[in-house]
C-alpha cells in the first residue's frame, strides 16, 4: 500500500498564475518530506524540502506547505512559468530512518 | 555540488542476459539507492545501502541484486532480464544518520529488455 499518495496524474495552468500540487501520507512517522521536479530522460531534481517542526517554507517561487494533522503537503509555484513543466514527485522520510518513499507523481503543463 | 553519475544511460538488452548498472557518488554519502520508474507508478525503491557490503531490500527486489564494495559504488545487478523490466532505472545516495537528508538522483539509465 502506498504510503504517499498524489491523487492527482496532472495539472494544467495558464503561465502567471499560481500552480499547486498535492501530496497526502498515512504514516504518523514521517517528519521529513521533500519535492523533485523531473524532466523526461533525466533525474530527479531537488526543489524544496520541511521538516515536521514546520509549517511552512519557501524559496523563490516555491513555497510547501505541511499540515501534520491532515498528513497533506502541497507545493505552490507562483508565479508558473513555462520551463516549470514537468513532473513534480513529494517524498517522505521517517524519523531517524534513511528511506525515502515517493508519490507517483503528478504532470504539470504550464502553458504560454 | 553532489554528482551521482551512473554509467551507462541508455541500454537493450535480451532476454536473459545479465545486465550490471553502475553508480558511483563523490560526496562520501553513506546511504545509497536504486529506483526503478515507471508511468503511473512513481519511483519504486529496489535495494538499498546504508553501509558498504550491506544492502536491504526495498518495496520490488525480485530478479534483482545488488552490489557495495565500496564507499561510492553502487551496482545494480539483474540476473537474468526479462521484458518487464525495461524502464528507467535511478541510482541515488544521501548522508546517513538522522533524519532530514535529502536524497540526490544520478541522470537515470534507461534499459530496455528485448
Known amino acids: 500500500d502506498q504510503q504517499v499518495k498524489q491523487n492527482s496524474p496532472s495539472l494544467s495552468v495558464q503561465e502567471g498564475r499560481i500552480s499547486i500540487l498535492n501530496c497526502d501520507y498515512t504514516?504518523?512517522?514521517?517528519?521529513?518530506f521533500l519535492w523533485y521536479k523531473k524532466y523526461p530522460a533525466e533525474g530527479p531534481t531537488f526543489l524544496i524540502s520541511?521538516?515536521?517542526?514546520?509549517d511552512k517554507n519557501e524559496d523563490g517561487r516555491f513555497t510547501v506547505f505541511l499540515n501534520k494533522s491532515a498528513k497533506h503537503l502541497s507545493l505552490h509555484i507562483v508565479p508558473s512559468q513555462p520551463g516549470d513543466s514537468a513532473v513534480y514527485f513529494c517524498?517522505?522520510?521517517?524519523?531517524?530512518?534513511?528511506?525515502?518513499?515517493f508519490g507517483s507523481g503528478t504532470k504539470l503543463n504550464v502553458k504560454p | 555540488d553532489v554528482k551521482v553519475t551512473q554509467s551507462s544511460r541508455y541500454l537493450v538488452k535480451r532476454t536473459g542476459e545479465k545486465v550490471f548498472l553502475e553508480c558511483v557518488q563523490d560526496?562520501?554519502?553513506?546511504?545509497m539507492f536504486w529506483y526503478r520508474q515507471d508511468p503511473g507508478l512513481g519511483l519504486r525503491l529496489i535495494y538499498f545501502?546504508?553501509?558498504?557490503?550491506?544492502?536491504e531490500k526495498g518495496d520490488i527486489p525480485e530478479g534483482y541484486s545488488v552490489s557495495r564494495e565500496k564507499k561510492e559504488r553502487f551496482s545494480l545487478i539483474l540476473e537474468s532480464a526479462s521484458t518487464n523490466q525495461t524502464s528507467m532505472y535511478l541510482c541515488?545516495?544521501?548522508?546517513?544518520?538522522?533524519?532530514?537528508?535529502?536524497?540526490?538522483f544520478g541522470e537515470g539509465s534507461w534499459l530496455t529488455v528485448v
Open positions: 541515488a545516495s544521501s548522508f546517513g544518520g538522522s533524519s532530514g537528508n535529502t536524497i540526490y
Open positions: 504514516n504518523s512517522m514521517f517528519d521529513y
Open positions: 520541511i521538516s515536521s517542526i514546520k
Open positions: 517524498a517522505a522520510s521517517p524519523y531517524n530512518f534513511n528511506k525515502f518513499y
Open positions: 560526496m562520501d554519502h553513506e546511504n
Open positions: 545501502s546504508y553501509d558498504v557490503k550491506m544492502k
